[in-house]
Every structure is written in structure tokens, then in C-alpha cells.
């Protein structure tokens, strides 16, 4: 729940964008909200595009 997180950083630009739209982009933060709902080649694109912070955001185990 919300009440859950601890520090929010609001001194950032926020985007949110497809999948498909941020291939070959780079982004400073990426959260990725439910990943098990993406298939490997778009989790992959998904994992891939954060150069300091990547964020999974998950209400169920991960599978892997």
C-alpha cells in the first residue's frame, strides 16, 4: 500500500510510456509495475532501459 513506502522523490521529470516506445531510449529511473504480465522480449526492453535506478513493483511472487 502506499502507506507501506517510506521516501517518494518528487524532483523528477515523470513520463510513463509503452514498452514498445522506450526501446533503444535510456532513462535515470525505471519502475516497471507488475512485470510478470510482460513477455521476455518486452520485460527484457523494460529492464534494460535504467542506467541508476530500476523499480519492480509486484502484488504477486516473481516467477524467477
Do not use: K, M
Request: net charge negative; glycine share 4%; no cysteine.
Amino acid at each position: 500500500t502506499l502507506g507501506d513506502i517510506d521516501l517518494w522523490e518528487l524532483n523528477e521529470a515523470f513520463a510513463a510510456q509503452a514498452i514498445a516506445v522506450a526501446r533503444g531510449l535510456e532513462f535515470d529511473s525505471v519502475i516497471v509495475v507488475e512485470p510478470s504480465r510482460y513477455g521476455t522480449n518486452e520485460l527484457y526492453v523494460a529492464l534494460t532501459r535504467a542506467t541508476a535506478r530500476l523499480t519492480l513493483i509486484h502484488s504477486e511472487p516473481l516467477p524467477w
